[in-house]
């Protein structure tokens, strides 16, 4: 077998495997009934007036850029309001602050405590669920009444019980993990965006 037609099998693999998760996560009732439960409280919070905190490491990291991204900006519907979401650890010089007098494991935590408040939402990435400081901003997130939303996967049974919402996608293989994370993610978005009000409780007072 030449290299291209290797790349080829590779390729139709990955997919395939792809796929497999995707038709999993279709008959994972459970999954799918934590998802909406995620989505419509993330709505009825930030109708309320609540922010949306969204956290993670690496790829994980990337992911909640991105759907920060979607809520801030439109995802679908251009005539909504921009919706208040914020990722945790892109302030250069607070994370590295807080890494360097504390410890790495507080770079979440320590913004969630200056700034979360009662009402808001945490949205928390890590394939392994065992990410020491995802599992201090569920903490402290938790402690300041603060909704928390786990996505996670499926590799480690014992999860942090600071997360009220855990979306576990049935997979101990962390690219594909990510993976239905941005389809679930995308899907919160979606949900979110289609229920958010016309206008801020601010505006409407």
């Known amino acids: 077998m030449n290299q291209a037609s290797e790349l080829a099998d590779r390729l139709t693999r990955r997919l395939s495997a792809t796929l497999e998760l995707l038709a999993a996560v279709q008959a994972d009732t459970e999954l799918l009934g934590a998802t909406l439960s995620a989505a419509t409280r993330t709505a009825e919070a ?25 809520l ?11 919706l208040p979401a914020m990722v945790l650890g892109f302030d250069a010089a607070a994370t590295s602050a807080v890494a360097n007098d504390f410890s790495f494991d507080e770079i979440f935590a320590r913004q969630l405590a ?37 996505l996670t996967g499926a590799a480690h ?11 576990a996608v049935p997979s101990r293989e962390t690219p594909r993990i990510q993976e239905i994370h941005l389809v679930l993610g995308h899907f919160l978005c979606e949900v979110v965006e289609a229920l958010a009000s016309a206008a801020s409780p601010r505006e409407m007072g």
């Not at 956290?55 to 979607?70: D, I, P, R, V």
């Not at 049974?157 to 979306?167: G, K, Q, T, W, Y």
């Open 46 to 70: 930030l109708n309320q007036g609540g922010t949306l905190f969204i956290c993670g490491n690496g790829g994980s990291a990337g992911e909640a850029t991105h759907l920060s991204g979607e």
């Open 72 to 82: 801030i900006g439109p995802f679908l519907d251009k005539t909504r309001r921009p």
């Open 114 to 150: 200056a700034l979360a408040r009662p009402g808001d939402v945490l949205w928390a990435l890590s394939t392994s669920g065992r990410s020491p400081n995802v599992r201090r901003a569920l903490e402290t997130a938790a402690g300041r009444g603060v909704l928390t939303v786990l």
């Open 157 to 167: 049974p014992e999860r942090p019980a600071n997360a009220d919402i855990v979306l």
